[in-house]
């Protein structure tokens, strides 16, 4: 890529499922498209692929929905879409997006801006979660099926939410024995998720394809139960482990300690807005959907004018949401440059996904009780090394707010800009879970890049 | 070190071109479109760096970018391992403190 400002009528951020199924869709429609992704292949968090020249062992298999990841990804290969991958899109004004590129500054400038990044881990503190060894599930599931590397031995996948088992799946795929799988949602609360399931196909079928591997394998999902601490001197050793209450209180007298040298830990998702923030875009905070989401209307516009948002970043919901949230924004987007009008199936699709997923998401409800997990002395934000004690120490002399708690103790000031311990500080601060959550503050750059980027962009 | 250099590893059939870089000194044999931090890891090498205030091991957290406990220093400059792929010849070193 040699120049540094290009234009194309639609501008899109990610390349997962609501990315593609968006891009494919508009050049269709005739539409000029560039999609940036971090990323090195499209696919998003999702449809990882291994890379060129690596390949998995006889025997292991994908899940059900990843024949709807390479229909998806076939079709974004063979449209008239640019994709430029290992781009950071790290500013963003309407019609305008800047991004770090092979460590150049360049900018797109787009009619229209369609932001699908998708989404992170939660992270809910305890004790030893900074340990070597011990990482989100999302980073074994990279490791795995990004970069074919074994994560360890003996593994304890941990926390909360459906990705729990793509963990599972790929760490027996890697040939990691599963000592633990626990799901800290009570197997009472699993029951409210089943119409969701039952009543969507695709859902079903995934998810009797997951048991099915467990099954086979010999590894057992544990409901109601989590992880208390973990353990070791530079390298994680053990975890205790016990049974937890259906708020996620632990249960006394439960504990187990086994010995493991990976744990993935990771409780639910939370959706990536930052760029929506920047923008402008108004949030709202939604716990079943993973906590601040951007808000969109019925054909996927936020509430700036040219900027539109699919997939995870309006709340998590899986695969199915974003892609049909991607092709409805594509056809919105395409009707908003004067092509025609949206199509009901579109919108009535998008909707029905959201409705399964929402339902689903529903017995993954976060558990207050898993915010006491962390003692006094845990480590509640990584960048700065801040202990709950601090934490609790700050919002009690600087107040409540996320902004007071960071004044008051450097939490959150650190280079990751809070995206690990947000989610969770006021919660922890105030120890209070149910507390209101402030939105995030967001500053340029919103992803980290060179100096050098910032003071040389066009534009 | 780590005593976990026999538990790490790869899987699977890699027929990628073999690149080596240092690591504190050390010879590491990596492929051709590793990280830094899964040519590590997968070497048995999961800490990566020493938190700011107590000096305490860190490694991967999120291994897409975010988290930045993977910090080490790339020919002198602090990058996430990550997301910097190897290059032959590269001297890693581990990171200190994520200052900004
Ligand atoms: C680690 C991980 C593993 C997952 N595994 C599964 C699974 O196995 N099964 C399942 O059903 N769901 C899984 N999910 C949930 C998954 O996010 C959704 O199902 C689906 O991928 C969402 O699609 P999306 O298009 O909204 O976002 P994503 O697929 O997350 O795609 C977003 C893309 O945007 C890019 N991006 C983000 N910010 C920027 C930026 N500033 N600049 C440039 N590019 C950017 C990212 O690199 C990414 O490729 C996983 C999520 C995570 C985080
Ligand atoms: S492990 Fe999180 S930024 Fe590298």
């Given at each position: 890529?040699?120049?540094?400002?290009?234009?194309?009528?639609?501008?899109?951020?990610?390349?997962?499922?609501?990315?593609?199924?968006?891009?494919?869709?508009?050049?269709?429609?005739?539409?000029?498209?560039?999609?940036?992704?971090?990323?090195?292949?499209?696919?998003?968090?999702?449809?990882?692929?291994?890379?060129?020249?690596?390949?998995?062992?006889?025997?292991?298999?994908?899940?059900?929905?990843?024949?709807?990841?390479?229909?998806?990804?076939?079709?974004?290969?063979?449209?008239?879409?640019?994709?430029?991958?290992?781009?950071?899109?790290?500013?963003?004004?309407?019609?305008?997006?800047?991004?770090?590129?092979?460590?150049?500054?360049?900018?797109?400038?787009?009619?229209?801006?369609?932001?699908?990044?998708?989404?992170?881990?939660?992270?809910?503190?305890?004790?030893?979660?900074?340990?070597?060894?011990?990482?989100?599930?999302?980073?074994?599931?990279?490791?795995?099926?990004?970069?074919?590397?074994?994560?360890?031995?003996?593994?304890?996948?941990?926390?909360?939410?459906?990705?729990?088992?793509?963990?599972?799946?790929?760490?027996?795929?890697?040939?990691?024995?599963?000592?633990?799988?626990?799901?800290?949602?009570?197997?009472?609360?699993?029951?409210?998720?089943?119409?969701?399931?039952?009543?969507?196909?695709?859902?079903?079928?995934?998810?009797?394809?997951?048991?099915?591997?467990?099954?086979?394998?010999?590894?057992?999902?544990?409901?109601?139960?989590?992880?208390?601490?973990?353990?070791?001197?530079?390298?994680?050793?053990?975890?205790?482990?016990?049974?937890?209450?259906?708020?996620?209180?632990?249960?006394?007298?439960?504990?187990?300690?086994?010995?493991?040298?990976?744990?993935?830990?990771?409780?639910?998702?939370?959706?990536?807005?930052?760029?929506?923030?920047?923008?402008?875009?108004?949030?709202?905070?939604?716990?079943?959907?993973?906590?601040?989401?951007?808000?969109?209307?019925?054909?996927?516009?936020?509430?700036?004018?040219?900027?539109?948002?699919?997939?995870?970043?309006?709340?998590?919901?899986?695969?199915?949401?974003?892609?049909?949230?991607?092709?409805?924004?594509?056809?919105?987007?395409?009707?908003?440059?004067?092509?025609?009008?949206?199509?009901?199936?579109?919108?009535?699709?998008?909707?029905?996904?959201?409705?399964?997923?929402?339902?689903?998401?529903?017995?993954?409800?976060?558990?207050?009780?898993?915010?006491?997990?962390?003692?006094?002395?845990?480590?509640?934000?990584?960048?700065?090394?801040?202990?709950?004690?601090?934490?609790?120490?700050?919002?009690?002399?600087?107040?409540?707010?996320?902004?007071?708690?960071?004044?008051?103790?450097?939490?959150?000031?650190?280079?990751?800009?809070?995206?690990?311990?947000?989610?969770?500080?006021?919660?922890?601060?105030?120890?209070?879970?149910?507390?209101?959550?402030?939105?995030?503050?967001?500053?340029?750059?919103?992803?980290?890049?060179?100096?050098?980027?910032?003071?040389?962009?066009?534009? | 070190?780590?005593?976990?250099?026999?538990s790490m590893g790869r899987f699977g059939s890699d027929e990628r071109e073999a690149v080596t870089f240092s690591f504190d000194g050390q010879e590491i044999a990596a492929r051709n479109g590793d990280t830094v931090a899964m040519a590590l890891w997968a070497v048995g090498e999961a800490t990566l760096r020493r938190s700011s205030r107590e000096g305490r091991p860190r490694g991967v957290l999120c291994n897409m970018g975010i988290c930045y406990e993977c910090l080490v220093l790339v020919d002198g400059v602090a990058v996430r391992a990550c997301?910097?792929?190897?290059?032959?010849?590269?001297?890693?070193?581990?990171?200190?403190?994520?200052?900004?």
């Amino acid at each position: 890529m040699s120049e540094r400002v290009r234009q194309a009528q639609v501008g899109i951020v990610g390349g997962g499922p609501a990315g593609m199924a968006a891009a494919s869709a508009l050049a269709a429609r005739g539409r000029s498209v560039v999609v940036l992704d971090e990323g090195q292949r499209a696919g998003g968090q999702i449809f990882r692929q291994l890379p060129p020249g690596v390949a998995p062992p006889a025997g292991v298999s994908e899940p059900p929905s990843h024949d709807h990841g390479h229909e998806l990804i076939d079709a974004f290969e063979g449209a008239q879409v640019e994709l430029v991958s290992g781009a950071t899109v790290w500013d963003s004004k309407p019609g305008r997006l800047w991004f770090e590129h092979a460590g150049e500054s360049h900018l797109l400038e787009c009619e229209r801006i369609l932001l699908a990044p998708g989404a992170m881990d939660r992270c809910i503190p305890f004790p030893g979660w900074t340990l070597p060894g011990v990482t989100t599930a999302g980073a074994l599931q990279v490791m795995v099926r990004g970069f074919g590397v074994k994560p360890g031995r003996r593994a304890l996948v941990v926390g909360s939410g459906p990705l729990l088992l793509p963990t599972v799946t790929a760490l027996l795929a890697a040939g990691v024995e599963v000592v633990a799988a626990l799901e800290a949602s009570s197997r009472w609360n699993a029951l409210r998720a089943l119409p969701g399931v039952i009543g969507n196909g695709a859902r079903l079928r995934e998810a009797m394809w997951y048991m099915k591997q467990l099954v086979r394998a010999g590894v057992k999902l544990r409901w109601g139960w989590t992880v208390l601490r973990c353990e070791g001197d530079r390298h994680v050793e053990r975890a205790v482990i016990a049974k937890v209450d259906g708020q996620g209180r632990p249960r006394l007298g439960t504990e187990r300690t086994i010995e493991v040298d990976v744990v993935g830990a990771g409780f639910g998702l939370v959706p990536a807005i930052e760029l929506g923030l920047l923008l402008g875009c108004d949030s709202r905070h939604l716990a079943a959907r993973g906590g601040h989401c951007l808000v969109v209307d019925e054909q996927q516009r936020t509430t700036i004018d040219g900027v539109f948002a699919a997939g995870e970043i309006g709340g998590i919901g899986g695969a199915e949401v974003a892609s049909a949230e991607g092709a409805l924004a594509a056809a919105a987007i395409d009707h908003s440059l004067g092509g025609p009008a949206v199509s009901e199936p579109l919108v009535k699709q998008a909707r029905a996904e959201r409705r399964a997923s929402d339902a689903m998401l529903r017995a993954f409800a976060p558990l207050p009780g898993l915010y006491q997990l962390a003692n006094d002395d845990t480590i509640v934000c990584r960048c700065e090394d801040v202990p709950l004690s601090e934490a609790r120490a700050a919002a009690e002399l600087h107040g409540r707010s996320s902004r007071a708690i960071k004044v008051g103790c450097r939490a959150g000031m650190g280079p990751c800009q809070a995206r690990i311990c947000g989610p969770s500080l006021q919660q922890l601060a105030t120890a209070d879970p149910a507390c209101e959550m402030d939105v995030p503050v967001v500053r340029v750059p919103v992803k980290p890049v060179r100096a050098s980027t910032i003071v040389n962009a066009p534009g | 070190m780590s005593d976990n250099r026999s538990s790490m590893g790869r899987f699977g059939s890699d027929e990628r071109e073999a690149v080596t870089f240092s690591f504190d000194g050390q010879e590491i044999a990596a492929r051709n479109g590793d990280t830094v931090a899964m040519a590590l890891w997968a070497v048995g090498e999961a800490t990566l760096r020493r938190s700011s205030r107590e000096g305490r091991p860190r490694g991967v957290l999120c291994n897409m970018g975010i988290c930045y406990e993977c910090l080490v220093l790339v020919d002198g400059v602090a990058v996430r391992a990550c997301t910097t792929v190897v290059r032959a010849g590269m001297k890693v070193e581990r990171g200190g403190t994520p200052g900004e």
